[in-house]
Nanobody
């Protein structure tokens, strides 16, 4: 079992930045592919970014490429999402997810564990 706890969400003006953190426990963190998803009101949960076990491989949704950066610190059992140049359309609940499969995948069904989510609100 893996427990994931997100933090760092909040209210920010358009053009601003936030850094989300996700602390993991319960399983060797370095054995997990880590991802971030988001869900806006009335919409399905969508892929944002993912990172391989060692951190050398990444994947991003087209909507966040060049603005968001995913990273991990295996010594701290933590994955981060640095979000820059935020837009109102980035407003959503952001979820951290972990997968035991070694391959980065973008579909939410491939992730085994989920956090409770953290709210990000971008005002115009």
């Amino acid at each position: 079992q893996v427990r994931l706890v997100e933090s760092g969400g909040g209210l920010v003006q358009a053009g601003g930045s936030l850094r989300l953190s996700c602390a993991a426990s319960g399983r060797t963190f370095s054995s997990l592919v880590m991802g971030w998803f988001r869900q806006a009101p009335g919409k399905e949960r969508e892929f944002v970014a993912a990172l391989t076990r060692g951190g050398g491989g990444t994947a991003y949704a087209d909507s966040v490429k060049g603005r968001f950066t995913i990273s991990r610190d295996n010594a701290k059992n933590t994955v981060y999402l640095q979000m820059n140049s935020l837009k109102p359309e980035d407003t959503a609940v952001y979820y951290c997810a972990a997968a035991t499969s070694p391959i980065i995948k973008k579909h939410r069904d491939t992730y085994n564990y989920w956090g409770q989510g953290t709210q990000v609100t971008v005002s115009s």
